[in-house]
């Protein structure tokens, strides 16, 4: 598996295509690149895993950041180096995939969280959201962010399964719920399509959603989402 571009001079230690020549005309959705400074000491204070540079679980947990990053951050899909744009799609726990514009329009907050619970019985209802309020309100919730990890590398590529963990600490309100400042995290499994130049033509999530909105509710973590298989879990 090729790397997907090396740690920048200046730049970021886990993440690439943010500086750099390759990005002196990328248009950034807040009008200059992200700093994940505050979000990368937390995932280097509790990270459970410290891979090899150069390991198949760093270059996949590499592309995994970068991508996440020119999603959320990059408007344009000719700025997006990760991604093929003319062929993307993503999908969550077996849901419909939806093509790399309609990703983009809704925002990566509402498309992962995306659901088929009756609208009565949602912490968070995607929904009504839009890509703006779906940030403000993860923000809020999450000031030092949210940090995600690689587990564990099942297959490479063209079809690169992993396991992976997200977590971050509640000190700022969701919703109407107010901050906790316990540790919020879920585990889940995903499946990136890759083509001959490592961009993610189809991704695929699976993990068990209630858990994860119900620790907002909870100090307690939603350990237990760890366990048994996602794609069984409830959307």
């Known amino acids: 598996m090729a790397a997907s571009g ?32 505050v979000v990368n000491k937390l995932f280097e204070d509790e990270r459970t895993q410290v891979w090899p540079e150069g390991s198949l679980e760093e270059k996949v947990q590499r592309l995994l950041k970068s991508w996440e990053m020119e999603l959320v951050h990059k408007v344009r899909p000719e ?10 799609t993503a999908s969550t726990n077996g849901m419909k995939a939806l093509t790399r514009a309609e990703v983009m329009a809704i925002g990566g907050y509402n498309n992962f969280l995306r659901t088929t ?34 587990l564990d590398v099942y297959s490479g590529p063209p079809k690169i399964a992993f396991k992976f963990r997200h977590w971050g600490y509640m000190e700022g309100p969701f919703k109407e719920h107010p901050p906790h400042g316990q540790r919020v995290e879920f585990f889940g499994v995903c499946i990136f399509h890759v083509d001959e130049e490592m961009k993610v033509e189809k991704a695929e999530y699976f993990y ?28």
């Open 117 to 150: 619970l009756p609208p009565e019985h949602r912490i968070y209802d995607p929904d009504k959201e839009t890509l703006e309020s779906s940030m403000a309100t993860f923000l809020t919730a999450f000031p030092r962010g949210f940090a995600i990890e690689v």
């Open 6 to 37: 090396g740690a920048q001079v200046g730049g970021d230690k886990y993440r690439s295509f943010i500086h750099g020549e390759g990005e002196k005309n990328t248009v950034w959705r807040n009008g200059a690149p992200p700093n994940y400074d």
């Open 208 to 235: 068990e959603r209630g858990n994860f909105l119900a620790s907002f509710l909870s100090p307690t973590p939603a350990a237990s989402s760890a366990l048994g298989c996602p794609v069984m879990q409830g959307n």
């Open 79 to 88: 700025d997006q180096k990760t991604v093929n744009s003319a062929k993307y």
